[in-house]
């Protein structure tokens, strides 16, 4: 290892000459480590950030850009679909399903009470009890959180006690412009830091949200405690305060596209006309007198000849629009705008004319990846807390009935978002035989990819035993009954479970769980 003290500097990074000839050489130019922060003419226009907090950046540009993306969503066909499939997707036809889970001081589940409490929460979904103003179911709340945020970049939603209804609770989505974004305030001794209208504490957890009551901001603010509000976004760095639309990295894009796509399709109205001119190829003839010029054909019909007068001559004006690298250029354009979006390109677009089932199968199983992560967000940000509310207002209100008076040992519920059909049910399923007969998957592992669980899918096949003795029948034999006593019986079952499972992972109507409402 060299010794760093053999060496002298006159200054730090250019060395001493030695001999006759001593003195500071010239130091050469020396490259960077990463090309991405190398200067020069290819990077003279490169744009980068300053290094500013995650909050700087939102106060700077967060509010132009929730304008802008706004306006896409009206009047963008690729991004009004994005929404909507975002909500198709991620909440589907029934939302998320709650599960409550009410257990005895031995550990046992409660079957029926878990039950009524699952009704009561049935009941309190519906448009009248769930929203404010009575519009919107639960799901249908749900489905409009995940329209709103990827193009505002977050939403709140604020829980509201009120006496309209038994569970005394109703919920109301908060339009971002009505939080005071204009709203900041310098954290001292005697106040708290307040930026774009939240309050936060000395360790940056929200304390309140500062809101207008109506869009005049005539009336004077109200301060909701956080308790109350439900802040959904996704960070993007640390401490940062406020969400970015979604739409962010794909605006110019497809601004510059859709200003391309419509000088195209000028272009091609007007080669469509197929205009035509007349040239004068000799002086005129008269001078001076309308009455004497000739008479020229300037419409012309299918199937006639006309003649045109002596020193005049046609010509055609036929443009070739739309350009032939058109589609290429198009495609290559909506690839980049898929991809920021997490987006199959199939699916944003709806063209499936260069896939196969092969093709189009792959792209389709990351999105899903995605809306997973958009739902496992839903439910830690909204569905989770709104229950939890709801249980300690409704017990509170006598509106339901717990097995012990401390509500907080009951908040305990199961949340099954929807899930996909499989693309090919019978070979998938015989994949998953196989995978279990070789010892190379789990019951739980397979169960998890097609429904909520192996847990779960269990305790519903032992509701539904439950239920077909309690009306005296006998389970059908696709249920899986098996012989009790036996360790083949219980293994068979439990195979049985995981492949029933995988062969009803099409919804929330699969057979391993019951509907709801059943």
Not at 9 to 14: I, L, N, S
Not at 250 to 256: F, I, N, V
Not at 314 to 338: C, L, M, Q
């Amino acid at each position: 290892m060299s010794d760093l003290r053999s060496f002298s500097f006159t200054k730090p990074g250019v060395p001493r000459r030695q001999g006759a000839f001593a003195g500071p050489i010239q130091q050469p130019r020396r490259r960077g480590f990463w090309a991405g922060a190398q200067g020069g003419r290819f990077t003279a226009d490169w744009i980068f950030s300053p290094m500013v907090s995650a909050s700087a950046e939102w106060k700077t540009e967060g509010w132009k850009l929730r304008g802008r993306a706004r306006e896409m969503v009206r009047n963008d066909p690729t991004f009004a679909r994005y929404v909507q499939l975002m909500a198709d997707n991620v909440v589907g036809e029934c939302g998320v399903e709650v599960c409550p889970k009410l257990y005895n001081r031995k550990g046992e589940l409660l079957d029926d009470e878990s039950r009524a409490l699952e009704e009561a929460f049935e009941e309190f979904s519906r448009r009248e009890n769930f929203s404010r103003d009575g519009r919107l179911s639960r799901e249908e709340f749900e489905a409009q959180i995940v329209r709103l945020t990827p193009v505002d970049g977050e939403s709140f939603v604020r829980a509201l006690p009120t006496k309209r209804n038994r569970f005394g609770l109703h919920f109301e989505l908060i339009d971002p412009d009505l939080i005071d974004n204009e709203f900041f305030q310098e954290a001292t001794a005697s106040q708290n830091l307040i930026f774009a209208g939240i309050e936060y504490d000395a360790d940056a957890r929200p304390l309140a949200y500062h809101m207008w009551p109506d869009y005049s901001k005539r009336k004077a603010r109200v301060a909701v405690p956080a308790q109350w509000m439900q802040h959904l976004y996704w960070p993007r760095r640390p401490g940062d305060p406020r969400g970015i639309t979604r739409f962010a990295p794909a605006m110019m894009l497809a601004r510059m596209l859709h200003g391309y796509r419509e000088a195209e399709i000028v272009a091609a109205r007007t080669a469509a006309a197929k205009m035509a001119f007349l040239l004068r190829t000799e002086p005129e003839a008269v001078v001076g007198d309308d009455d004497l010029k000739p008479d020229l054909p300037m419409e012309a019909a299918a199937g006639t000849i006309d003649e045109l007068p002596f020193g005049y001559d046609v010509k055609f004006w036929d443009p070739t629009h739309p350009n032939e690298a058109y589609d290429a250029y198009v495609r290559s354009v909506k690839g980049d705008i898929a991809a920021s979006l997490s987006h199959a390109y199939v699916t944003l677009f709806g063209d499936w004319s260069a896939t196969n089932y092969s093709s189009g199968r792959m792209p389709v199983m990351q999105e899903r990846d995605h809306y997973r992560m958009w739902q496992q967000w839903l439910v830690n940000g909204h569905v989770r807390p709104g229950y939890e509310i709801w249980v300690e207002l409704a017990f509170m209100r006598g509106a339901i009935t717990l097995p012990t008076a401390n509500y907080r040992e009951h908040l305990d519920a199961a949340f099954r978002p929807r899930t996909w059909p499989m693309f090919n049910p019978t070979e998938e399923t015989a994949v998953m035989k196989d995978l279990l007969a070789m010892r190379l998957a789990s019951r739980g592992q397979l169960a998890s990819q097609v429904g909520p669980g192996l847990e779960e899918v269990l305790e519903q096949w032992q509701a539904d035993e439950k239920l077909f003795a309690k009306y005296g029948q006998a389970p059908p034999a696709e249920l899986g009954s098996t012989p009790k006593g036996t360790n083949q019986g219980a293994d068979n079952g439990a195979q049985g479970t995981a492949e029933g499972a995988a062969e009803n992972g099409n919804d929330r109507a699969s057979g391993f769980r019951l509907v709801r409402g059943q």
